[in-house]
């Protein structure tokens, strides 16, 4: 019987390649081909600007993050591991490849491993709640347009729930309630809940919330309509703010390697509703897949640098 992390590994494999295998099926490649031959450099430039804004901005909260916790580095040293960290992703089976190697990056000079590893988890999760608070947001706004589409309408809900959830979590995390609520928890996760308590009670944590709207907004967002754009895609702005954190929400599900085949169906599912068809959906994902892993290229000096 194989271990656990090894099972899970071929598990995703097999659910990757059950996606890749459908979609070859339901995708018309010639309308693909055709979306690429009549792209827009210029739009293309500026989803890459944007992208790159985005590393520049997590790196900066990854760094707030690391202070608190009195870590003394460059922000040279944060923005050279993120950028490092994302290079590394494309080679392993999940982002816990490129996280691995920033929470060692960071503490491996004096030993600090679990404040690094603090560091990172709280990079994400302020990341994922900065999605699902925008995923609600705008799913809320646009409301006339997919409360018609069942799923859609219980996904934004759902996601309003989880950031209603959370804030009152975080604001009323010392009250005698939610302190009687974490002693259920196991020893782990209760001490978990307490470290994370920290950073709220220094205001840390909800500035590195506004790190993430903002690089959510430029990082994601905005990267990614410019590919619609540059495609000759027609889609408002609008209806696309109103589905596409849900499209990352549903990418991050951890069931696919690099999550292929799971972030092309759930951008022809939700981009669906607005009119964009299975080919359009599949060429944006691809050209944005072939973007972050020429753009990650960049962090090959460092990488040797490092090696050194």
Known sequence: MCKNNICKTILKFVVMTVLVFFLIQQVNWKEVWGYL????????????????????????????????????????FYFKTYLLGTFLNNFFPS?????AYRIHSLGKFD???????????????????????????????NYKNIINNQTVFWLVIAMMIVSI?????????????AQILINYFP??????IKQLGEFRR????????????????VGVTLANYMLFLAL????????????????????????????????????????GIFGVDTS???????????????????????YIQNKK
């Open 37 to 76: 031959k009549n792209m827009r450099p210029f739009f293309l430039f500026l989803s890459v600007c944007f992208y790159l804004v985005g590393i520049i901005i997590s790196a900066r909260k990854w760094q707030v993050l690391s202070i608190f916790k009195n870590f003394q580095k460059s922000y040279y």
């Open 95 to 99: 982002f816990i490849g490129g996280d």
């Open 111 to 141: 030993k600090r491993f679990k404040d690094s590893s603090l560091t990172v988890v709280i990079d994400r999760i302020s990341g994922l709640l900065g999605i699902v608070v925008l995923a609600a947001f705008f799913g809320i706004l």
């Open 165 to 177: 959830a959370f804030f009152m979590g975080a604001l009323f995390f010392n009250s005698r309630i």
């Open 187 to 192: 020893n782990k996760i209760k001490i978990f």
């Open 202 to 217: 220094k205001k840390i944590f909800f500035k590195t919330i506004n790190y993430s709207f903002l690089f959510v907004f």
């Open 232 to 271: 000759n895609i027609k889609l408002s702005f609008f209806d696309f703010l109103s589905v596409t954190f849900l499209a990352n929400i549903i990418a991050s599900i951890p069931i696919s390697v690099g999550n292929i085949g799971v972030k092309e169906l759930a951008y022809i599912l939700l981009f």
């Open 280 to 302: 359009a959906a599949v060429t944006v994902v691809v050209v944005a897949r072939v973007l972050q892993i020429l753009i990650s290229l960049i962090a090959i000096p460092f």
